[in-house]
């Protein structure tokens, strides 16, 4: 059972235009929300978080929306840029479940 | 910094064979995690631990056994290698459940 679900296996963007990376959560206890970017040969990095408390939460170029009725965030990427290029995980907690649980993650390419 | 830290890169296993993967923080975080990363797949969690001398089962902790001696050091042991764990493994320490710190993994080849 695919608690966190990211049905975009791949996404490509021109460079300077905006990214949009869906994910979607079945499991209505999950309050909070991160997404992790990982590049080829390396392990996933922290880019931004959301606590359910929120709609939206804001970082430089990317911002998290939350849709709780919806049970769907996505994360904006502008402008995207060659190195945002790498797979973005989106990941959700419960409270007090001390764990993460991780969608499939989606390929984002950046053409120049 | 080191950060996370986990021996070794690569590494073939027979069928049967079994072998530890090492995974060692310096940032005194008292949370770390196992997982591993299948092909055109999510992270799926093996094991984790909230401190030294507690572990706690993941998702998928099936053939994989750990322990938290010290702080620092979250060795995964895997006893008789099948070829369903072939996979690329990564280690994660955080001070907190949420904001965890990934180690490069570990990829796993069982023939």
């Known amino acids: 059972d695919q608690q966190v679900k990211q049905n975009s296996p791949s996404l490509s963007v021109q460079e300077g235009r905006i990214s949009i990376l869906n994910c979607d959560y079945t499991?209505?206890?999950?309050?909070?929300f991160l997404w992790y970017k990982k590049y080829p040969a390396e392990g996933p990095t922290f880019l931004i978080s959301?606590?359910?408390?929120?709609d939206k939460n804001e970082d430089g170029r990317f911002t998290v929306f939350l849709n709780k009725s919806a049970k769907h965030l996505s994360l904006h990427i502008v402008p995207s840029q060659p190195g945002d290029s790498a797979v973005y995980f989106c990941?959700?907690?419960?409270?007090?479940?001390?764990?993460?649980?991780f969608g499939q993650g989606t390929r984002l390419t950046i053409n120049p | 910094n080191a950060g996370v830290t986990q021996t070794p890169k690569f590494r073939i296993l027979k069928i049967g064979q079994s072998m530890t993967l090492q995974c060692a923080q310096d940032?005194?975080?008292?949370?770390m995690y196992w997982y591993r990363q299948d092909p055109g797949m999510g992270l799926k969690l093996i094991y984790y631990?909230?401190?030294?001398?507690?572990?706690d089962k993941g998702e998928v902790p099936n053939g994989y056994n750990v322990s938290r001696s010290t702080t620092e050091d979250f060795p995964l042991r895997l006893e008789l290698a099948a070829p369903s764990q072939t996979s690329v493994y990564f280690c994660?320490?955080?001070?907190?459940?949420?904001?965890?710190?990934f180690g490069d993994g570990t990829r796993l080849s069982i023939l």
């Open positions: 994660a320490s955080s001070s907190n459940w949420f904001g965890q710190h």
């Open positions: 940032m005194n975080h008292n949370y």
């Open positions: 499991n209505s206890m999950f309050d909070y």
């Open positions: 959301i606590s359910s408390i929120k």
């Open positions: 631990s909230v401190g030294a001398g507690i572990t």
């Open positions: 990941a959700a907690s419960a409270q007090g479940a001390q764990k993460l649980v």
